[in-house]
Nanobody, 121 residues
Framework: VQLQASGGGVVQAGGSLRLSCAASGRTFSGAAMAWFRQAPGKEREFVAAISWRTNTYYADSVKGRFSISRDNARSTVYLQMNSLKPEDTAVYYC????????????????WGQGTQVTVSS
């Protein structure tokens, strides 16, 4: 099973990026998919999650700016990031497989390799 994340890059504050993460090797029927991020010197933190039935959950820091969605037929999750801020700079990781406690990192058994997002001021 592989999760392949893409879409990161360098953007100015106020700009937008769209991250994608495609799963291969299995579908995640009934399970949530999510995005976490890790800034230099900090712990990996929850960003957003989406259940199989497309209920969505967001960290307070990104509510109203980020939007998570998924295409179950393609086993792909997306993260639309708008109004980006320098503090959003981090490596973004996609994750899959949680069925409970979708905010918790340890609930996810599958992880992508990470994609760098850099927001300049």
């Amino acid at each position: 099973v592989q999760l392949q994340a893409s879409g990161g890059g360098v953007v100015q504050a106020g700009g937008s990026l769209r991250l994608s993460c495609a799963a291969s090797g299995r579908t995640f029927s009934g399970a949530a998919m999510a995005w976490f991020r890790q800034a230099p010197g900090k712990e990996r933190e929850f960003v957003a999650a989406i259940s199989w039935r497309t209920n969505t959950y967001y960290a307070d820091s990104v509510k109203g700016r980020f939007s998570i969605s998924r295409d179950n037929a393609r086993s792909t999750v997306y993260l639309q990031m708008n109004s980006l801020k320098p503090e959003d700079t981090a490596v973004y990781y996609c994750a899959a497989g949680a069925r409970n406690n979708l905010y918790q990192l340890r609930e996810y058994g599958y992880w992508g390799q990470g994609t760098q997002v850099t927001v300049s001021s």
